[in-house]
Nanobody, 126 residues
Framework: QVQLAESGGGLVQAGGSLRLSCAAS????????MGWFRQAPGKEREVVAA????????YYPGSVKGRFTISRDNFKNTVDLQMTSLKPEDTAVYFC???????????????????WGQGTQVTVSS
């Protein structure tokens, strides 16, 4: 049974930083691409960062590129999201996700992720 547990959300002022962490269990963590997504009220869930199973490849959309950094530790079974220069528009519930199938180098479409955490709230005040 796959379990993903996010931590590290909270309230931060614009320009500040937060680090989210996701602990995974239930499958061979190192075999699966991972992603971080967010969903703001009334909006669709969108990818903010993705990382290949090896950690060698990463992806960021333009809205967060240069501000967010995804990393993984395949020994600790964790994937982190370092967020800097936060903006009010970054306010959302952030989700950790694991690919459905193993071996993919990089995935960015939410339909490719079959397992999700419960989410953690990030609120950026202006």
């Amino acid at each position: 049974q796959v379990q993903l547990a996010e931590s590290g959300g909270g309230l931060v002022q614009a320009g500040g930083s937060l680090r989210l962490s996701c602990a995974a269990s239930g499958r061979i963590f190192s075999a699966y691409a991972m992603g971080w997504f967010r969903q703001a009220p009334g909006k669709e869930r969108e990818v903010v960062a993705a990382i290949s199973w090896s950690g060698e490849s990463t992806y960021y959309p333009g809205s967060v590129k240069g501000r967010f950094t995804i990393s993984r530790d395949n020994f600790k079974n964790t994937v982190d999201l370092q967020m800097t220069s936060l903006k009010p528009e970054d306010t959302a519930v952030y989700f950790c996700a694991q690919a459905t199938v193993p071996g993919a180098t990089l995935l960015t479409d939410k339909t490719s992720f079959g397992f999700w955490g419960q989410g953690t709230q990030v609120t950026v005040s202006s």
